[in-house]
């Protein structure tokens, strides 16, 4: 095809094709971010981040921008004629060291966005903005696309797309992939930000009513501005000037002293449910809400595209890097359950509002995504090890461990980057991980041991002095770990160490075709050493 070829063009520059974008290029890979938009995304929409979320933009580079431009989500005030009701909506988590960020986090979505942005501008990449996909063909090695722009159109030819271009998705309607679910036009959510003088911004504000119908003000952090949500009755228009916004929210709340005032981002909200029949099309993919759409309940639609990204990156990584074609299918067999859970938790939360139930405002453990795992899927064998707080599928947590000299390391500091860790436990596991080989191509191996001895052969060396790390991942004989670059177990050998982990790593990397020195010399002395 040339040597122009790109290796990823992603259609879709909001959280979802930035993070994926971001993944890709500190990879080494090609890629361009194409946008229908005129201009960025400027409203609060999306405006919870989860704890999982949290940590996997911590390893893409933009958490700091994220937690400067976010706050811990207020307590809920619920108005109830001249009494206002304190309400938790979210239990407050300590962090510890396995989570190291419990909480959800507020932040309006357009600056979650500016960080992801400004994170690939690091990487030398950019949104391309005004320039809108027109079409598309497939051909054995590639995909050439055709794009429109105030310069003209333009054939972009890739190995791969990926379409995160939303719910109206083109490529997936191109593709002619099933959009399955429901769309209730009945149900509308008008949703503005906008300021208003008078209103505390220490609490999220609801004014419940009858029959489902609210209007609810989020203070978004760093700024005078609500998030506005009115939840409209069957019957209503969605009207959305200022003065009938202004009067709409009166006649609801019975204040004529209440006035909305630089009313920016508005829009009008349907509950769409559905997800994609399938996330592949040969070297197309797609991802976030193109392959799923949520009600805005739990905070979680944004949150399920972010980790599709973090799902994809890699695997599109090492498969143009040599591992088998067939990893790129486990993107959609690990994520598409994961979605269709997320709506179903969103969709019965949503209904739980409209009927005013208390345990629907309550938010839990399942919301913040930390539980949620690959188990039984295509890259998590059956029998396989595990240990009694972990298994493969598992998302690895966080310990704190102290490095040769005394002082703190991370377990995420570690982990954070391009690459897959193993990780060895015990001088016998060390001893092993020293002889695993690993291939040239793709994601580099960085090899840890931790409680082996000083003279491990390792990459890094740490102590488990406090016990947290083994109480954390259930260890009590030297185990071997391998934790993929998505920051999930992808190998739990605690006997056959070796031969486990290499069966279990084939699936996500290229062959060994050769192997570095350093690796050869190695594995020869483990070879001399069990002689």
Same mark, same amino acid.
């Given at each position: 095809m040339g040597s122009d070829l790109l290796d990823v063009l992603i259609v879709g520059g909001g959280p979802t094709g930035c993070a994926l974008a971001i993944d890709l290029t500190r990879r080494g890979l090609a890629v361009r971010v194409v946008d229908k938009a005129a201009r960025a995304f400027d409203g609060s929409r999306a405006k919870g981040v989860q704890p999982r979320s949290l940590e996997m933009l911590e390893d893409l580079g933009v958490l700091d921008d994220v937690i400067g431009g976010g706050a811990n989500y207020p307590p809920l005030g619920i108005h109830a004629g001249p009494l206002m009701i304190p309400w938790r909506m979210h239990r407050f988590h300590s962090a510890t060291s396995d989570v190291p960020y419990p909480n959800a986090?507020?932040?309006?979505?357009?600056?979650?966005?500016?960080?992801?942005?400004?994170?690939l501008r690091r990487l &030398?990449?950019?949104?391309?903005?005004?320039?809108? +996909? %027109? =079409?598309?063909?497939?051909?054995?090695? *590639? /995909?050439?696309? $055709?794009?429109?722009?105030?310069? &003209?159109?333009?054939?972009?030819?890739?190995?791969? +797309? %990926? =379409?995160?271009?939303?719910?109206?998705? *083109? /490529?997936?309607? $191109?593709?002619?992939?099933?959009?399955?679910?429901?769309?209730?036009?009945?149900?509308?959510?008008?949703?503005?930000?906008?300021?208003?003088?008078?209103?505390?911004?220490?609490?999220?504000?609801?004014?419940?009513?009858?029959?489902?119908?609210?209007?609810?003000?989020?203070?978004?952090?760093?700024?005078?501005?609500?998030?506005?949500?009115?939840?409209?009755?069957?019957?209503?228009?969605?009207?959305?000037?200022?003065?009938?916004l202004n009067a709409r929210i009166r006649a609801h709340i019975g204040d004529e002293s209440f006035r909305l005032s630089e009313i920016g981002w508005r829009s009008v909200f349907r509950p769409n449910i559905r997800l994609a029949e399938r996330y592949r099309s040969a070297r197309v993919l797609i991802a976030g809400d193109a392959a799923h759409v949520h009600t805005p309940a739990g905070a979680q639609g944004l949150n399920t595209g972010l980790q599709d990204a973090y799902n994809l990156g890699w695997k599109l990584a090492q498969v143009l890097a040599g591992a088998p074609d067939t990893l790129l299918d486990t993107y959609e067999a690990e994520r598409r359950p994961i979605a269709a859970a997320v709506l179903g938790l969103s969709t019965k939360t949503y209904q739980?509002?409209?009927?005013?139930?208390?345990?629907?405002?309550?938010?839990?453990?399942?919301?913040?995504?930390?539980?949620?795992?690959?188990?039984?899927?295509?890259?998590?064998?059956?029998?396989?090890?595990?240990?009694?707080?972990?298994?493969?599928?598992?998302?690895?947590?966080?310990?704190?461990?102290?490095?040769?000299?005394?002082?703190?390391?991370?377990?995420?500091?570690?982990?954070?980057?391009?690459?897959?860790?193993?990780?060895?436990?015990?001088?016998?596991?060390?001893?092993?991980?020293?002889?695993?080989?690993?291939?040239?191509?793709?994601?580099?191996?960085?090899?840890?041991?931790?409680d082996a001895g000083a003279d491990a052969d390792a990459d890094i060396v740490l102590a488990d002095i406090t016990g947290t790390f083994a109480q954390i991942y259930g260890l009590t004989a030297s185990t071997v770990l391998l934790i993929r670059p998505d920051g999930y177990i992808g190998a739990i050998a605690t006997g056959h160490r070796l031969s486990v982990t290499r069966a279990l790593a084939q699936a996500m990397t290229p062959p060994i075709a050769d192997t570095t020195p350093a690796a050869a010399d190695i594995a020869a002395r483990h070879s001399e050493k069990k002689s």
């Amino acid at each position: 095809m040339g040597s122009d070829l790109l290796d990823v063009l992603i259609v879709g520059g909001g959280p979802t094709g930035c993070a994926l974008a971001i993944d890709l290029t500190r990879r080494g890979l090609a890629v361009r971010v194409v946008d229908k938009a005129a201009r960025a995304f400027d409203g609060s929409r999306a405006k919870g981040v989860q704890p999982r979320s949290l940590e996997m933009l911590e390893d893409l580079g933009v958490l700091d921008d994220v937690i400067g431009g976010g706050a811990n989500y207020p307590p809920l005030g619920i108005h109830a004629g001249p009494l206002m009701i304190p309400w938790r909506m979210h239990r407050f988590h300590s962090a510890t060291s396995d989570v190291p960020y419990p909480n959800a986090w507020l932040i309006p979505q357009h600056r979650t966005d500016a960080a992801l942005r400004a994170g690939l501008r690091r990487l &030398g990449g950019t949104v391309e903005f005004g320039c809108e +996909l %027109v =079409g598309f063909k497939q051909r054995p090695d *590639a /995909v050439v696309a $055709t794009v429109v722009n105030t310069a &003209g159109s333009e054939e972009i030819a890739a190995r791969y +797309l %990926v =379409g995160a271009d939303g719910g109206s998705s *083109a /490529v997936r309607k $191109t593709l002619g992939i099933g959009f399955e679910g429901t769309t209730d036009d009945a149900d509308r959510i008008i949703i503005v930000d906008a300021t208003v003088e008078g209103l505390a911004r220490d609490r999220l504000h609801v004014w419940p009513r009858r029959g489902g119908r609210f209007v609810g003000a989020c203070p978004l952090p760093h700024s005078d501005q609500f998030q506005w949500m009115i939840r409209l009755g069957a019957d209503e228009e969605p009207l959305l000037e200022d003065d009938q916004l202004n009067a709409r929210i009166r006649a609801h709340i019975g204040d004529e002293s209440f006035r909305l005032s630089e009313i920016g981002w508005r829009s009008v909200f349907r509950p769409n449910i559905r997800l994609a029949e399938r996330y592949r099309s040969a070297r197309v993919l797609i991802a976030g809400d193109a392959a799923h759409v949520h009600t805005p309940a739990g905070a979680q639609g944004l949150n399920t595209g972010l980790q599709d990204a973090y799902n994809l990156g890699w695997k599109l990584a090492q498969v143009l890097a040599g591992a088998p074609d067939t990893l790129l299918d486990t993107y959609e067999a690990e994520r598409r359950p994961i979605a269709a859970a997320v709506l179903g938790l969103s969709t019965k939360t949503y209904q739980g509002m409209a009927k005013l139930d208390p345990a629907s405002i309550k938010r839990g453990d399942d919301e913040r995504q930390l539980e949620l795992n690959y188990r039984g899927g295509p890259l998590a064998l059956h029998r396989v090890d595990r240990t009694s707080t972990v298994q493969v599928g598992d998302r690895a947590p966080d310990a704190k461990l102290l490095n040769s000299t005394g002082g703190p390391r991370r377990l995420f500091d570690i982990l954070a980057g391009p690459h897959f860790t193993a990780v060895a436990y015990g001088p016998a596991a060390a001893a092993d991980l020293a002889a695993l080989e690993w291939p040239i191509a793709g994601a580099a191996l960085r090899r840890v041991a931790i409680d082996a001895g000083a003279d491990a052969d390792a990459d890094i060396v740490l102590a488990d002095i406090t016990g947290t790390f083994a109480q954390i991942y259930g260890l009590t004989a030297s185990t071997v770990l391998l934790i993929r670059p998505d920051g999930y177990i992808g190998a739990i050998a605690t006997g056959h160490r070796l031969s486990v982990t290499r069966a279990l790593a084939q699936a996500m990397t290229p062959p060994i075709a050769d192997t570095t020195p350093a690796a050869a010399d190695i594995a020869a002395r483990h070879s001399e050493k069990k002689s």
